[in-house]
């Protein structure tokens, strides 16, 4: 049996490595052999859609999509309409959305909890050098978050797109600096904890040699991320500057006259750390829950949120514009080669909103739409209608695509279980 000092000892050398005993358990649910490893990323665009616009009127092999989701239809093999998910809960609302979308929860300040982005983010996080990215891509201001801690605490997105990249790939990044420390931590704490093996019971070893295999993991990846092995690609091919960081200074980065670009910027920052194994958990944000930008990029003059209150072909065009910058994630990521498929196969793109219909301000029949996720038996091509499902369901269905047991997330379930139907 260890020695009560010495299991003081083994416990912080682990914290030292940047492990937990929460976290362990996760340490390898995503690599079985010979396979690529699961990846997410939840896609946010404001202030809900007009539903008759948006979900297709058919289940059948031959769905039409309507106005809003018609830019998806060269990527409609790829996709999965979800009808009838309902976000259920007392807080409604844009501020009530943002907080659901994620989190499974009633929507309220008093009923926070973690949000699946994060959930899923440290329960890989002893694999990847980042546990999530989480990017905000031109917002107006900085609150109404959809990620939440496991405190519930709100957990603030980069809303830089160079200094996302800067994070992550940069030559002189502090990444780099933080790797080669956590590498040399590793080495040592490594040596210190095989020293302690002789002083182990066998159920106390057979965890040390659960945490030793997922320090050589870590290690390997971290090995590999410095040798720079990731796809190599000509970011940021445009030049773009940002000369001023803070938002009183009207950064660069916040100029709605050039969201186009900026998103270009950040998604291509999500891809590659996808690609690179930096992260398995990606949060893209676009814009605010109460989009105030004028989207003259879209072809409009009128903000997202004005033209969500009229309902009408301005909506309509912002929409769409939405979702062709969704169809371009998707066939960026379909262009990537990833074990013996693509970078699409092996990862599940979700998107939603803070609202269903834009004009109504409720959660009734969610605008949710998956992509890619094929490594796990998720077909595309497809239109799924639910009657009145909680949309915890799809969540539990994420969190088990990627490799969880979990049978329940959030609070707002009373019949738990994954989404049915989606996969098989």
């Known amino acids: ?16 490595a940047g492990l937990s005993s929460a976290s362990l358990p996760f340490a390898r649910l995503a690599l079985a052999a010979g396979s690529a490893p699961r990846r997410v990323i939840f896609v946010y665009t404001p202030d809900g859609a007009i539903p008759e616009q948006w979900h297709p009127q058919s289940t059948a092999a031959d ?60 329960a890989f996080k002893t694999q990847t050098i980042r546990p999530h990215l989480n990017l905000n891509i031109v917002p107006i201001y900085t609150d109404k978050h959809i990620t939440y801690d496991s405190n519930g605490v709100p957990v603030v997105p980069e809303m830089n797109p160079l200094a996302a990249f800067d994070s992550l790939f940069a030559a002189d990044s502090k990444n780099s600096l933080n790797t080669q420390r956590k590498t040399s931590a590793l ?8 020293a302690l093996q002789t002083k182990l019971g066998a159920d106390e070893k057979t965890k040390l040699d659960t945490h030793l295999e997922s320090l050589r993991e870590l290690e390997q990846k971290l090995s590999s991320a410095v040798a720079g092995t990731c796809p190599a690609w000509n970011f940021n ?43 398995r958990v990606v949060t893209l944000k ?40 969704f169809a371009r994630l998707i066939e960026q990521l379909k262009a990537i080669p990833d074990g013996s498929g693509t970078l699409l196969d092996s990862t599940l793109v979700l998107h939603g909103s803070c609202l269903a219909n834009g004009s109504w301000h409720n959660h009734d029949n969610m605008p949710f739409v998956l992509a890619g996720g094929s490594a796990g038996g998720i077909t595309g091509g497809r239109s799924l209608a639910f009657d009145a499902v909680p949309h915890n369901k799809l969540l539990v ?21 994954p989404l049915p139907g989606l996969t098989g």
């Open 1 to 16: 049996m260890m020695h009560s000092n010495d299991r003081r000892r083994f416990l912080k050398l682990v914290a030292a």
């Open 187 to 194: 080495d040592h704490s490594l040596a210190e904890i095989k």
């Open 397 to 417: 269905s994420i969190a088990q695509y990627m490799g969880l047991t979990i049978n329940q997330f959030g609070n707002q379930d009373s019949n738990p279980g």
């Open 286 to 325: 676009w814009n605010n829950s109460v989009n105030e930008n004028v989207m003259s990029e879209a072809g409009s003059s009128k903000t997202c949120h004005g033209a969500s209150h009229e309902a009408g072909a301005d909506f309509v065009t912002i929409k769409a514009w939405y979702m062709e910058r």
């Open 63 to 122: 769905f039409a999509l309507p106005a809003m989701t018609a830019p998806l239809e060269r990527v409609r093999q790829h996709c999965v309409f979800l009808k009838g998910l309902n976000m259920v809960g007392p807080g409604g609302t844009h501020e009530g959305g943002v907080i659901k979308f994620l989190t499974g929860t009633g929507g309220q300040n008093n009923t926070l909890g973690v949000s699946l982005d994060y959930y899923l983010g440290q």
């Open 237 to 279: 091919p445009t030049g773009f500057k940002v000369t001023h960081t803070e938002l009183w200074q009207n950064p660069e980065f916040m100029d709605a006259s050039r969201m186009e670009l900026i998103s270009d910027l950040h998604t291509d920052v999500a891809v590659h750390a996808l690609a690179c194994d930096l992260t």
